[in-house]
């Protein structure tokens, strides 16, 4: 198959698993639980096919990422409103939104280690390693504090006093640092080797970076969609080139948590009706 059609399907396959069996919320809850339910036991069964056909192995990292990819959403999807209850966990204040992400972010992010462990691929191979220390830490950081600074005056000009928002900086950072682990890991730590495989380092990128922008179209907190998503694709271009570059997650997560702080702001804007 030429690369036009391998990427065309890379596309698809990241567009059912995160979109269809992901984020969106479009179906009905029964369509969206069978949804999710069935697209790991399908790329189960994919895996062990392209195990079994040596014409089909060059495919088996991509079936078992998104295997764990979509074995992860069916977990939190099963778990995590149970949980939130048992817990007392409300989405109305900025510790239950805070708690809410946490708990959701591990219910995905432990499945996806443990099934990318039983198929046999270590953290080090998912970037979970120091890689290229230096050079992701200082990406990381100066991007950190740029991104840190905007985010104070955005937040002033909300009218958002300095009581509150040292009172919210806490719940502020365990929300966007679990979202940004959550997101780096479980789209570009998961796909960017299995990917690479197939489509070079830059199509890979640029492959996964399409389709991670496109599953943020049904999103809320922004009154700029099209301009959100322009900026959010060149970002997830940077994330994936940052790993890449420094073979490593934490680089684009240090570089992420400063722009999930901007969707904090839309988030805030829900609170504030509370």
Request: aromatic share 18%; with cysteine; hydrophobic share 60%.
């Amino acid at each position: 198959m030429k690369k036009p059609g391998i990427f065309f399907l890379l596309f698809l396959f990241g567009m059912i698993v995160y979109f269809a069996g992901g984020y969106w919320a479009g179906l009905s809850t029964i369509a969206r639980s069978i949804t999710k339910t069935m697209l790991p036991v399908i790329f189960l069964l994919l895996t062990l096919t392209a195990k079994r056909f040596e014409h089909l192995r060059a495919w088996q990292g991509v079936f078992l990422a998104l295997l764990a990819a979509s074995f992860g959403f069916l977990v939190s999807w099963w778990l995590a409103k149970p949980l939130l209850a048992a817990l007392g966990v409300s989405p109305k204040t900025a510790s239950g939104l805070a708690l809410a992400k946490l708990v959701d972010s591990i219910l995905i992010v432990l499945p996806v280690l443990v099934v990318m462990r039983v198929g046999g691929v270590k953290p080090a191979e998912l970037f979970i390693h120091k890689g290229k220390l230096y050079l992701w830490l200082m990406i990381g950081l100066i991007g950190f504090f740029v991104f840190f600074l905007l985010f104070l005056l955005q937040f002033r000009q909300q009218g958002l006093s300095t009581s509150q928002l040292f009172s919210w900086t806490p719940w502020i950072l365990v929300f966007i640092s679990a979202n940004a682990f959550m997101e780096e890991l479980h789209f570009r730590g998961l796909l960017l080797r299995p990917y690479e495989n197939l489509l070079g380092k830059a199509g890979a990128n640029f492959c996964i970076a399409l389709f991670f922008t496109l599953v943020h179209v049904p999103i809320t907190y922004t009154a700029n969609i099209g301009q959100f998503l322009v900026i959010l694709f060149i970002l997830a271009l940077a994330w994936g080139y940052i790993i890449q570059k420094t073979e490593s997650l934490w680089g684009a997560v240090l570089f992420g948590i400063k722009f999930e702080a901007f969707s904090f702001n839309g988030i805030y804007q829900n609170i504030k009706k509370f």
